[in-house]
């Protein structure tokens, strides 16, 4: 376990003499009264410790292997009934939202999934609920897709995750689609649904190969990361492809993952441009 009790501790055969000199010369850190975990634990979890939470939202699910778009601060929940929180940086000090350190509470009475809550994290579901609550819509979905595509949740448990959402989040349901690999490839999909253009996902071209989204049949979509391109050859690779699809007519687009998440309106009107000019459709 990333975080243990001081009562496991003991069990162990750690002294309390023991633990203050582990404490002492950096061996261990003491989070809170009677929690301790080693140095180079993740800082969200030590974080949501220290003021009396366990890690949810996109804390959680980052540390479930799963996409979220911005996971730089720390999610936490909480339960409705909580209290003697801490500041995250003195343990004795009463938690205030001026001293909270950028933490977002995530506050609620019952779990979704409470048999998949682990001592220190929520269940994947219930993160998801929190991402859905918290994050923009797209992003969630993001996390919602590669949930699923990574075999987490199934599509009864995403069921169950809408009937418990706000109604104004109903229409996220039909557009969940665990075919997409990345996050980045769901938000490429939401602009295309956001244009109201038609397009079919994962085609695959004989002289090609796989290709994320066509668009209006006339337009491919690939959802770049640096990850997948490290050296010269994956770009050699991917021209090679664009060269092929030029060949049957098809405009490529392959815009980089900082463009479609951070300036997604520039790759919309790319998309646009280039619908117009392939397919003659005119903007609304």
Avoid: K
Avoid at 51 to 78: K, M, N, P, Q, W
Avoid at 257 to 275: F, K, N
Wanted: with cysteine.
């Amino acid at each position: 376990m990333p975080v243990l009790h001081r009562d496991e501790l003991l069990a162990a055969g750690a002294t309390g003499r023991s633990l203050t000199a582990a404490v002492r010369y950096g061996y261990l850190t003491r989070l809170r009264n009677g929690h301790y975990c080693l140095p180079g634990t993740d800082p969200h979890l030590q974080r949501a410790v220290r003021i009396g939470g366990v890690l949810g939202c996109v804390s959680a699910l980052e540390s479930y292997g799963v996409f979220t778009y911005d996971s730089s601060r720390t999610h936490l929940h909480l339960d409705g009934n909580m209290a003697r929180l801490r500041a995250p940086a003195r343990s004795r000090t009463p938690l205030t939202r001026h001293n909270r350190a950028g933490a977002v509470l995530h506050w609620s009475s019952a779990l979704i999934d409470p048999d998949s809550a682990e001592r220190h994290r929520v269940g994947i579901l219930d993160a998801l609920y929190e991402a859905l609550l918290c994050q923009h819509p797209w992003h969630a979905l993001a996390s919602i897709d590669n949930a699923l595509h990574l075999g987490l949740v199934g599509e009864g448990e995403v069921r169950a995750l809408f009937a418990r959402a706000p109604q104004r989040l109903a229409y996220l349901e039909p557009l969940v689609d665990g075919r997409a690999e990345a996050g980045q490839e769901t938000v490429l999909r939401m602009l295309v649904v956001d244009l109201g253009l038609p397009f079919e996902l994962q085609v695959v071209f004989d002289d090609v190969g796989r290709v994320d989204i066509l668009v209006a049949g006339c337009l491919v979509l690939e959802a770049d990361s640096r990850q997948a391109h490290e050296g010269w050859e994956p770009h050699v690779r991917d021209r090679g492809r664009d060269l092929a699809l030029a060949a049957r007519g098809l405009a490529s687009l392959r815009p980089a993952y900082q463009h479609t998440m951070h300036r997604p309106m520039l790759v919309r009107d790319a998309i646009w441009g280039l619908i117009n000019q392939q397919a003659g459709f005119r903007l609304r």
